[in-house]
């Protein structure tokens, strides 16, 4: 008897390749398109749920409502059931094809045009997505309905802040924007719709600066490109460490001294990921980033994303107490 997929918690990484470039570009043809605050709105804030350590945010799709992971590391709107093409059948469908973390086939989608999106006190309009029949990734997470995935379309027009213990996530136009007070400050930058930062890691008393992608979408505490810190991955101790949109995710665990956070704050003593090469569907992808740093350690503070002044705001005072490898200490 065949094992049942997801019978036991998974880790989760939603990192999207996309491979047909016409995609990208038509989003950005079209200066109208996308999210703008209903008139008179300056800033929209809004619960969301959490299955393990993703954001779920409630979104309505040509009215329809779902439920969208909100993932930093997406580039597009992205629908994992094949019959929200029959629910739009009026809208023109291009096929394309992409790939993501795992050791998985490419996968192909429909790309539609020009749907409406709309969200508490937002609207968006004349925005892309791509629905794939793809049917692996699982339709409920820690009893919470997933239908899709999205990021990047939020992050270039609002500033984005997310409080994790509280569950809400707060949308604000850039110029009435307040910095926060007692927040670790880190650059950012924004590579292909992505936030990136250098963070200085210290494995085995030796320090390494990497560059890590900020990703929401990444269930994990930080994972680790072997050759960005000269690791051999042994295959005697490989072993399952994740799940992709392209599969399975297969690597080693590895102990981490330290990391610093800003200057502030760092997270001391705790077990990265380091997967295989295998695991990257496309190279030159994985040559951008050392790492990611995932929703596992972003949690624990108050998030900002400000894309507009290439910041990252981390707020911790309120946050969490230090414990053991399920909650690593937060020092300020």
């Known amino acids: 008897m065949k094992p049942k997929l997801y019978a036991r918690p998974?880790?989760?990484?939603?990192?999207?390749?996309?491979?047909?470039?016409?995609?990208?570009?038509?989003a950005k043809?079209?200066?109208?398109?996308?999210?703008?605050?209903?008139?008179?709105?300056y800033q929209s804030t809004f619960h969301f749920q959490m299955a393990g350590n993703l954001i779920i945010l409630p979104v309505s799709i040509e009215g329809k409502r779902l439920n969208l992971i909100f993932d930093t590391g997406m580039n597009s709107i992205l629908l994992f059931s094949k019959r929200h093409i029959e629910d739009w059948s009026e809208f023109e469908k291009h096929t394309v094809k992409f790939s993501g973390l795992g050791m998985g086939k490419t996968i192909t989608g429909k790309r539609l045009d020009g749907l409406s999106v709309k969200m508490p006190n937002i609207n968006g309009?004349?925005?892309?997505?791509?629905?794939?029949?793809?049917?692996?990734?699982?339709?409920?997470?820690?009893?919470?309905?997933?239908?899709?995935?999205?990021?990047?379309?939020?992050?270039?027009?609002?500033?984005?802040q997310i409080d994790y213990k509280n569950q809400k996530i707060t949308l604000i136009e850039p110029e009435y924007f307040v910095k926060p007070r007692s927040a670790a400050v880190l650059d950012l930058n924004v590579y292909n719709t992505k936030p990136y930062v250098k963070c200085p890691v210290t494995i085995d008393s030796n320090?390494?600066?990497?560059?890590?992608?900020?990703?929401t979408g990444a269930e994990a505490?930080?994972?680790?490109?072997?050759?960005?810190?000269?690791?051999?991955?042994?295959?005697?101790?490989?072993?399952?460490?994740?799940?992709?949109?392209?599969?399975?995710?297969?690597?080693?665990?590895?102990?981490?001294?330290?990391i610093e956070l800003g200057g502030?704050?760092?997270?001391?003593?705790?077990?990265?990921?380091?997967?295989?090469?295998?695991?990257?569907?496309?190279?030159?992808?994985?040559?951008?980033r050392d790492g990611t740093l995932g929703g596992e350690t972003l949690k624990k503070f108050k998030v900002t994303f400000d894309y507009f002044n290439n910041k990252l705001y981390l707020e911790s005072g309120w946050a969490y107490k230090s414990g053991k490898e399920t909650n690593p200490m937060v020092k300020n």
């Open 29 to 41: 043809a079209d200066s109208h398109a996308g999210f703008q605050f209903e008139e008179g709105k």
């Open 125 to 160: 309009k004349g925005l892309s997505l791509v629905v794939t029949p793809w049917s692996r990734f699982p339709k409920k997470l820690n009893g919470v309905d997933i239908d899709g995935v999205f990021g990047y379309q939020l992050l270039a027009k609002f500033i984005v």
């Open 264 to 288: 502030q704050t760092s997270l001391v003593d705790f077990e990265a990921l380091v997967p295989t090469k295998r695991s990257y569907p496309n190279e030159n992808e994985k040559l951008v």
């Open 207 to 215: 320090k390494h600066m990497l560059n890590l992608l900020v990703d």
């Open 221 to 258: 505490r930080l994972i680790i490109n072997a050759e960005s810190i000269d690791f051999e991955i042994q295959n005697h101790k490989t072993e399952s460490i994740g799940y992709g949109l392209a599969g399975a995710l297969l690597g080693q665990k590895i102990r981490v001294n330290h």
């Open 10 to 26: 998974i880790t989760l990484f939603i990192a999207l390749i996309l491979l047909f470039i016409p995609f990208i570009v038509f």
